[in-house]
């Protein structure tokens, strides 16, 4: 016997494809199986990631090119509104900026907590002059892209080998009824009961 990584000898790790009078048809289709899963699952948690990263990329990249900044002025003091989760307060204030057709617009953007009224601030506007939040910068957005890229991943390699682990019961679960069908067939040319 040659000896496998994990102790086990390598005869008995691949028992379903060596020649045994043990051996069912379905046996060898589990091992198959098994080996075009694993392989499914790699190709598929690779490309389904590398799918998404460049889906998130296109999104963000269409965010940035449709929303452009501004200045805009404070029309009264920053005013905390809420915590945020990495612990750091958001503040708002109500700000005035030109609009492109030359009118005179205000609304609520976020700011930095040292603003006053009076003083110049940048917003960001969609293209239809709406006020936006401020696009995520390139690191954030590839950080961003790995992250769901990584958990879509995750799930594709894992739904694949689901997939094949569901088959490969319901294939146990068939050699168990053929065992079982051939026992009630042989089991009593013995001549004796053993249980």
Do not use: C
Not at 11 to 40: F, T
Request: net charge positive; proline share 5%; no cysteine.
């Amino acid at each position: 016997m040659t000896p496998s990584r994990r102790g086990k000898p390598a005869e008995v790790r691949w028992w379903r494809l060596r020649p045994n009078p043990l051996r069912r048809r379905s046996h060898l289709v589990e091992a198959w199986l098994l080996l075009a899963a694993w392989i499914l699952a790699v190709v598929a948690a690779f490309g389904v990631g590398a799918w998404t990263a460049l889906a998130v990329e296109r999104h963000v990249d269409a965010l940035r090119a449709e929303r452009h900044p501004v200045p805009a002025v404070l029309v009264e003091d920053a005013v905390r509104t809420v915590g945020t989760s990495d612990g750091s307060d958001s503040y708002r204030a109500t700000v005035r900026w030109t609009a492109a057709d030359g009118t005179s617009r205000t609304g609520l953007a976020h700011v930095d907590s040292s603003s006053r009224a009076g003083s110049t601030t940048h917003v960001w506007l969609d293209a239809r002059g709406r006020l936006v939040p401020t696009p995520v910068t390139a690191a954030q957005a590839r950080l961003e892209g790995v992250v769901l890229a990584a958990w879509t991943a995750v799930g594709a390699g894992g739904t694949v080998l689901l997939v094949s682990r569901g088959v490969s019961g319901w294939l146990e679960r068939r050699r168990l009824e053929e065992w079982d069908a051939e026992w009630a067939r042989v089991g009593p040319r013995w001549g004796h009961k053993t249980g």
